[in-house]
């Protein structure tokens, strides 16, 4: 190994070319960190300043001819050699366009740094990067028109350059000095003795840090011949990468596979980890057949994209793909990768995918309006994919939905009723998800929803004309606050501003307005001649109808039921009917309060005992005594131990209660639940200090 200081100019000089292997990933500097490096330069030259380190660069020097070029492969540094490149392009380009210049040679620059005056094809180049960005740096060297270059960083920041040149904020000169004194260590390899790929792993960029996806790439070509490096590069990597959008390219890869070896391995791997993790499993799984290990990737690297991108090109799967990129519900990924590979090896069928596809959207959008958090909806994915049952493949994804309980909770149609007709839809990101879904179902001609605006019927002005007062009722104001941006009293319009707050029959009459819409879900508006509570909820539970038709929840007979419930499960005794006193006004507080609960934490567990509810971390924190008019609580802390400011514990200590605790504490209405929760989350916060 040789190390030498040096900077790009004394790199560059002379017959040799800095070669950028297919295994190293593209280049991709974005304008911020071309900004830093023009700062530098900017600051050292007004401060007058000898020099500024700007990092290393780590090659490999190929066989030494007696005549020729002399190339070195780079292994560390290609984004500031480029960035550096494309900024003495940007000079020379400056030089040869302002030839009354006299202080700047761009032929000087052209030969010395961008071009071997002699050489011929390729090797003229002193740096030649990856194919996918060989191309546009080559037009930019040639002067080329740049016809055919797509998007490209290569593009974007010559440009960059080119404007901060052109600002004149300093001279060409000083640019030219100041890049003379831009410090570089030039290590080079020897092949024979060195190990580039430890080297490569230990070394830290001082620019945009290495993503897993480049590490894992460098990882299965570094080590191959050079003939077998663009084997697989040209016919596996680079048509992989191409599946992933430009913009998003490298951490939409990472995710990638991150999301397949959870799939492969039965177990998330921590983000930073995913490389490590990936070559345990080569290691492990494919002992060094590179081809085969490829070509699966590249398999899954299709599924993936094609639901990321809705891109299948069925028709029907891009349309629930669509839906399923809204709700942004990757966390299914792993789950779905298995799903989609059992779909083309025939081992289910299009009907059965589409199914499953529909039971998860379900399954996240049922949650996402019951409020529950999706911090644990990774795992729950991760362990469905082993609880599928080859022979009953459909049926045991269902069971397994259908037998999720506490925080990993599917809501049941009465469930999922009660919180739709009351969510505030309008301030949910996925609302135009939410009602395209409701106008468009089994609609052949689906409408574009991008085309219309959210109406509030019962407007949001908090003085809202004395018209709509009158028709809301004397307690106009609560019923305003419950309802505003409930799906009840929301629709669709094209004619939003016409609208205004106007009272509810000059809406539906004006030009535009609800009497003249097409809409679907203006179907249940038109026909009213009043707007007030009873109507909003009447259409709110009309919409929920609809809504469990589209996000429907698993349905298996008892028989089915009860022939795929694991043992643990079906040892279970209890569920929520066999409690008497949950009924009524009961219930509706126990479902409030159940809720609030589980929405401490993912880690929180219910389980049903024969004479309470238990509530628990590790242990047991909270349990509920069902009684007829109120909900008994009992607290797992010692009566000292809490802080209870408005005397809401009762020390029960040897009193022989049931539950967990030494504190109980009764709830006999929903206006006590945040009093309520403040002692509960004590006990929590307890428990897992």
Known sequence: MDAIKGNINSILNGAKQFIIPVYQRKYSWEQEQCQRLWDDIVEMQQQSRTGHFVGSIVNIAEQAMPTGIQKFMIIDGQQRMTTLTLLLIALRDFGFEHIEDKSINPKEINGMCIQNDYATGEGKYKMLLTQTDRPALIKLIERSPLDGINASRIIDNYKFFVGKIAEQKLSSQQIQEGVAKLQIVNITLDRAVDDAQLIFESLNSTGMDLYQSDLI?????????????????????????????????TPLMDKFFRDYLTFSNGKIPNFSKVYEEFKHYHRDKYKGNVVEFCKELYTYAKYYTNMYYAKSGDKQLDTIFNDIRQLQMEVAFPFLLKVYADYESNVITKEEFIEMLKC??????????????????????????????????????KAYMIMLDSYKLFPDNEGFKSD????????MRIRNYIFSKLENINNKAPINIENYTIEHIMPQNKNPLPEWKQELGENWQEVQKTYLHSIGNLTLTAYNSEMSDYPFVKKLEIAGGFKESALRINSYVVKQTTWNESRITERANELCDIAKKIWKYPELTENELIELIPEDKATSEYKLEDYDYLVGDMLELFTIFNKRILNISSNVKREFKKLYIAYKADTNFADIVPQKARLRISINMKFNEVNDPKGLCKDVTDKGRWGNGDIEVHLENVRQLNDVMDIIIQSYNKQID
Not at 377 to 396: C, E, H, Q, R, V
């Open 217 to 249: 790439r460098n990882y299965i070509l570094m080590g191959l011949e050079p003939e077998m490096q663009h084997n697989i590069y040209e016919n596996y990597w680079s048509l992989m990468e191409k599946l992933f959008n430009y913009e998003k390219q």
């Open 420 to 427: 739709f007709i009351i969510k505030d839809v309008y301030n």
């Open 360 to 397: 998860c959207e379900s399954y996240v959008f049922r949650r996402a309006i019951a409020g529950i958090p999706t911090n644990s909806l990774n795992k729950t994915f991760t362990i469905m994919a082993n609880k599928i049952n080859p022979d009953k493949y459909l049926n045991s994804v």
